[in-house]
């Protein structure tokens, strides 16, 4: 139950967890969500129409269910049945577009996700000075390596872009880095949900990205394109590689095998996003393009290495404590965009940087299952390793995701080969 502060009740349901929207009740068994950041948007001059605003609390909602609901409790150990009621300010339009936020959260988390949208809802900010820059495009800014080459490019192809950023631990300072040294230093939003749970939460987050894309939706309500009635571009610089993110083999599906820019998953934003007249374009340039390819093709070598070590793709990089593991999916995926571009890898420190022993070390490593993923791919083609990935795609995309997949493989098996992996 996600509700605005006066809805919830003084008894509380033993089955159920609740959160207090945009206010915190004082009560330790009640959960918050971005406390206190109505006002803070309000005296910044933001002012967003009611779907815009109600798009944010409905994915601030989810991220919240996400990280409350253990996995651990599920029969399967990982697959949840959630069911989400969230209080609006304007929930009428929403109720028709239920089932089609139902699959796509479904997609994105593995769960069976059941919503359920009521009035009362917490009002969008308003302020007597609306804000307004002069960028004609948003672009996610998360602090990796992608997002760092996306931003260059942009400023490249002469576009101006408003940065949004997620804030997240060790990566905030870069954000802020990248978005000076692209010229968006005075056009940089940077917000974090302040989710808080009372109690343990689960660790997976699949449910994070949502906000992000929220995020980036509330930001350019101050472009002047969109408040005169024109089409935002919102930018979603990640690589074909991961972005599709098939599993390498069969014990890497559900928990290893996350789809925050999953063609499926955005295309179905996309949907809702075109339903409820939101008017922002979801973009994808780097759809067909590996890590490597985009590093080759970057238009500014210099800054990108003068930046790139400061970058972040580790998916364990919280768990060493905000250093680059060297081994997980990302990592690889990283130290092999390097090698392909012929760029020295900047990277200040891995903590496993020989792949040949790090596979053998104790703990989590995936430098066995791409491994055997290459071999696989090697002996027995492309096809073999994809299986059914691709069966959302269309026919005539197919051939270009298969493509982009293989190129990533390469990428991944010159690696092992430098390091005697292979």
């Known amino acids: 139950m996600c509700l605005s502060a006066e809805l919830i009740p003084e008894q509380?349901?033993?089955?159920?967890?609740?959160?207090?929207?945009?206010?915190?009740?004082?009560?330790?068994?009640?959960?918050?969500?971005?406390?206190?950041?109505?006002?803070?948007?309000?005296?910044s001059g933001f002012a967003p129409p009611s779907a815009v605003w109600d798009f944010v609390t409905i994915s601030l909602a989810v991220a919240a269910a996400d990280i409350a609901c253990n996995r651990q409790g599920s029969a399967d150990g990982w697959t949840r049945m959630i069911e989400l009621e969230v209080a609006l300010h304007e929930p009428e339009r929403w109720i028709?577009?239920?089932?089609?936020?139902?699959?796509?959260?479904?997609?994105?988390?593995?769960d069976f996700w059941t919503l359920n949208f009521r009035d009362g809802g917490v009002a969008p900010p308003s302020t007597t000075a609306p804000r307004q820059t002069d960028a004609d495009c948003v672009a996610l800014l998360s602090g990796g390596l992608d997002s760092l080459v996306g931003g260059i490019e942009l400023a490249a192809t002469g576009r101006t872009p408003l940065f949004v950023s997620q804030m997240a631990k060790g990566d905030s300072d870069t954000q802020r880095l990248f978005a000076r040294h692209l010229g968006g230093g005075e056009r940089h939003s940077q917000w974090n949900h302040r989710i808080t749970v009372p109690h343990v939460t689960e660790r997976s987050t699949r449910g994070r990205s949502i906000v992000f894309l929220a995020f980036a939706i509330l930001a350019s309500t101050t472009l002047p394109g969109w408040q005169t009635g024109g089409t935002t571009d919102l930018v979603i610089p990640e690589?074909?590689?991961?972005?599709?993110?098939?599993?390498?083999?069969?014990?890497?599906?559900?928990?290893?095998?996350?789809?925050?820019?999953?063609?499926?998953?955005?295309?179905?934003?996309?949907?809702?996003?075109?339903?409820?007249?939101?008017?922002?374009r979801l973009v994808r340039p780097y759809q067909l393009v590996t890590k490597g390819e985009l590093l080759v093709n970057c238009s500014n070598g210099l800054l990108l290495r003068e930046l790139a070590g400061h970058s972040t793709s580790c998916g364990r990089f919280g768990y060493y404590n905000y250093t680059h593991c060297g081994?997980?999916?990302?990592?690889?995926?990283?130290?092999?965009?390097?090698?392909?571009?012929?760029?020295?890898?900047?990277?200040?420190?891995?903590?496993?940087?020989?792949?040949?022993?790090?596979?053998?070390?104790?703990g989590p490593n995936d430098v066995g299952s791409v491994a055997t993923a290459y071999v696989n791919y090697s002996d027995k083609g492309v096809d073999r390793l994809i299986g059914g990935a691709l069966s959302f795609a269309p026919p005539g995309e197919r051939d270009s995701y298969s493509a982009v997949f293989a190129r990533g493989m390469d990428e991944l098996g010159e690696l092992l080969r430098v390091h005697n992996v292979l």
């Open 12 to 43: 509380l349901a033993d089955d159920t967890d609740y959160f207090s929207l945009y206010a915190n009740t004082g009560r330790q068994n009640v959960g918050r969500i971005s406390s206190g950041w109505v006002g803070s948007l309000a005296r």
């Open 96 to 110: 028709a577009q239920k089932p089609s936020l139902e699959r796509t959260f479904r997609f994105l988390t593995g």
């Open 239 to 280: 690589n074909g590689f991961i972005s599709l993110n098939i599993a390498l083999n069969a014990g890497r599906f559900g928990s290893y095998s996350t789809k925050t820019t999953h063609p499926t998953f955005l295309e179905g934003i996309q949907r809702v996003v075109d339903e409820v007249g939101l008017r922002v």
């Open 327 to 362: 081994r997980c999916v990302p990592c690889l995926v990283r130290r092999a965009s390097f090698l392909r571009a012929g760029i020295t890898d900047p990277t200040s420190r891995y903590i496993f940087p020989d792949l040949a022993t790090a596979g053998r070390e104790r």
